[in-house]
């Protein structure tokens, strides 16, 4: 559901659409607009409002579900943080539709938020799936940099470089930036999934989101130059037009999910992996000259 909403709102950004609807939290001064109002850039920026309100709804009933039938209490802390999180999103949401003069200085909040979230929700699926709770040994996380470190590292940049991207659509300014951070991105995408099937080779619980990072990292990069050349190419369109709407809403979308992947292998790898370091945490024991761990 989140990624529809982060597509919905691509759609907004790239048929500049997002002063279409002047008030808020109401749409013409109703919750449900009427059939006359419903057209043009209109249907793009409602659908996304709509779509927000049903994944904010969700999310309210998720954290109630988690507060109550959630023995561990940093998870339901963590599914009040998202709920906070969605919550904070439409706040932006509302102050970048209150206050248009300020739209590029509001996007980049707006787009740092809806990302974050994005994370927050990937990491509850994550928490609460069946592989995190199977036994598993707790192999030593040699190497450096660690990978827990690398693919946090990793995480950061991704979540960087979308922000970036979005300050670009927005015009909050140019390209260079998001162009330089597609190159450091790419390296620590690429650093770290070598690094993975070097150093776990054969244990598919982290090879294969790393193998799927690096998948979408090339699906992402050339996304990412098509839509450059077809924004360029529409420079002088009166108004957006397709190729240029479809690739930029793709290349969003696929840059969020190469975040979602990265964070679950970076919650994988503090799940299967241990400091390199003889040491008794807990019942968990972990042995520097077997290089395993016994749970």
């Given at each position: 559901?989140?990624?529809?909403?982060?597509?919905?709102?691509?759609?907004?950004?790239?048929?500049?659409?997002?002063?279409?609807?002047?008030?808020?939290?109401?749409?013409?001064?109703?919750?449900?607009?009427?059939?006359?109002?419903?057209?043009a850039?209109?249907?793009?920026?409602?659908?996304?409002?709509?779509?927000?309100?049903?994944?904010?709804?969700?999310?309210?009933?998720?954290?109630?579900?988690?507060?109550?039938?959630?023995?561990?209490?940093?998870?339901?802390?963590?599914?009040?943080?998202?709920?906070?999180?969605?919550?904070?999103?439409?706040?932006?949401?509302?102050?970048?539709?209150?206050?248009?003069?300020?739209?590029?200085?509001?996007?980049?909040?707006?787009?740092?938020?809806?990302?974050?979230?994005?994370?927050?929700?990937?990491?509850?699926?994550?928490?609460t799936s069946?592989?995190?709770?199977?036994?598993?040994?707790?192999?030593l996380?040699?190497?450096?940099?660690p990978?827990?470190?690398?693919?946090?590292?990793t995480?950061?940049?991704?979540?960087?470089?979308?922000?970036?991207?979005?300050?670009?659509?927005?015009?909050?300014?140019?390209?260079?930036?998001?162009?330089v951070?597609?190159?450091?991105?790419?390296?620590?995408?690429?650093?770290?999934?070598?690094?993975?099937?070097?150093?776990?080779?054969?244990?598919?619980?982290?090879?294969?989101?790393?193998?799927?990072?690096?998948?979408?990292?090339?699906?992402?990069?050339?996304?990412?130059?098509a839509t450059?050349?077809?924004?360029?190419?529409?420079?002088?369109?009166?108004?957006?037009?397709?190729?240029?709407?479809?690739?930029?809403?793709?290349?969003?979308?696929?840059?969020?999910?190469?975040l979602?992947t990265?964070?679950?292998?970076?919650?994988r790898?503090?799940?299967?992996?241990?400091?390199?370091?003889?040491?008794?945490?807990?019942?968990?024991?972990?042995?520097?000259?077997?290089?395993?761990?016994?749970?």
């Open positions: 559901m989140t990624v529809v909403l982060l597509a919905a709102g691509a759609l907004v950004t790239s048929n500049e659409a997002g002063d279409s609807v002047p008030d808020w939290p109401l749409s013409f001064g109703r919750w449900l607009v009427s059939s006359d109002h419903f057209v850039n209109v249907r793009y920026e409602y659908s996304h409002r709509f779509i927000a309100g049903v994944v904010g709804a969700t999310t309210f009933l998720l954290a109630v579900w988690v507060w109550f039938a959630e023995r561990r209490a940093w998870m339901r802390k963590l599914a009040l943080i998202v709920f906070a999180g969605v919550v904070a999103q439409a706040v932006v949401g509302g102050v970048r539709v209150l206050f248009p003069e300020y739209k590029p200085l509001i996007a980049v909040p707006h787009a740092l938020v809806a990302q974050s979230f994005f994370g927050a929700v990937v990491a509850l699926a994550v928490f069946r592989s995190w709770f199977a036994t598993r040994d707790v192999r996380d040699q190497g450096k940099p990978l827990r470190t690398l693919t946090a590292v995480v950061a940049g991704v979540l960087v470089q979308l922000v970036l991207g979005a300050g670009y659509r927005h015009q909050a300014f140019g390209i260079a930036p998001h162009v951070g597609a190159i450091v991105v790419a390296s620590l995408i690429i650093w770290t999934a070598v690094a993975v099937f070097r150093r776990q080779k054969g244990d598919a619980y982290l090879t294969r989101p790393a193998g799927l990072a690096a998948m979408l990292l090339v699906l992402q990069l050339g996304l990412g130059v450059y050349f077809a924004r360029v190419a529409s420079a002088g369109d009166p108004q957006p037009l397709e190729p240029m709407i479809s690739l930029t809403v793709a290349h969003l979308v696929v840059g969020a999910l190469t979602a990265i964070i679950v292998l970076t919650l790898c503090h799940r299967a992996l241990a400091a390199p370091a003889a040491e008794v945490v807990g019942s968990r024991t972990i042995s520097s000259q077997a290089g395993r761990a016994v749970v």
